[in-house]
């Protein structure tokens, strides 16, 4: 069983690459503690502020060193120990504590950002590809532009002046924020991919998992219908900022906005919504096969892993934000800020982020029961197959 490691974690040399950087990673911020920016805790509040200030340090050596051996040693499974299953699991519960502690209320807003800034490239397709099809497509295509433009110049929040200092504020902001959340996506993604590693071992014990049941998929569907319903009250809260100011405020919504400020509130809100309609098509037929007004795309057949790494990716960070989050909401409350508890409800993480998980996994589990061969049907006792 162990032999059959090498052929189920897909590149060991991706592992060892990851595991490299971590060790080496480690190393410089034991020799040079002021380079790691996880020491003190009076930064974004996480977990990491329960431990000694050379703990992130630590763990990442550690993991480091426990993902190269794994590595070297599913390159040559024959050579590998009666140990190697517990030397991956210890592995992968020492990337996965390494996360959970360093995650912060800092990667989500800063991937949230990132997101944000896709919409505009997003919105510019979508109008490009809906000019190329039918008159009606076309016909909505220009509404909609009409609407947005109207909107802005009444607002103002297209106006040179707004889109210029919306630029430069996210220009001094992530030149502010360092490589501290870049560490942190990259500590996700090696986590997405240890736990992989780690899974890997387990597929004897879970095979039951994947084959077809009716109970399995009520679940799943549950599932990602919670993760589509997750990020939906913060869409609804950046939507008020439509209107005019004033009519709605609240712990995210000042009373007087400017030009700017609401321009990107609603990007925030577009990309948290994008992520639903994405989430959706975890169940739908869309999310297996490109819809055909996609250009170049449009017919063939989804790659699993286009679906399964963003998203396992995504729902681990938020799995893994959600004790940031609530943290940061009580400490607001007892100083006095009762509307922090508010967070709880418009960033369901706690929810979000599992239900996701299990979304993801449902329809990865589903793309592969369909890619499994027909049953041929049994010939009848006494008759010869032809």
Known sequence: MLHDLGTRVRSPLALAATAFLAAALGVLWLLDPDTNPFRHSEGPVSLLGLLPDAASATLLLLAGLLGLAVAALVRHPTRAPAGLRGLVTA???????????????????????????TIPLVAAALVVSALRRSTAARATALIAVGLVAWWGIASGSLAPDAVSELVRNLGDGFARVGARPWILVGFALATVQWLSTTLALAAPYTERLHRPSARIDRIVTIATVVAVLGPIPYVLVRATWLLPSGLFTGPITPADLDPSMRLWGLLLGAAALGGSVLTLGLIRPWGRVFPAWMPYLGGRAVPVAAAAVPGFAVAFVLTASAPSIVLLSFEQAADGDAESLWMLLLLPLWAWGPALAVAVWGYVRRRRLEALPAPQPTPAPGRMAA
């Open 91 to 117: 592995a992968g519960a020492v990337t996965l504590a390494l996360a959970v502690f360093c995650m912060d209320t800092q990667l989500i807003s800063f991937i949230g950002y990132l997101c944000a800034m």
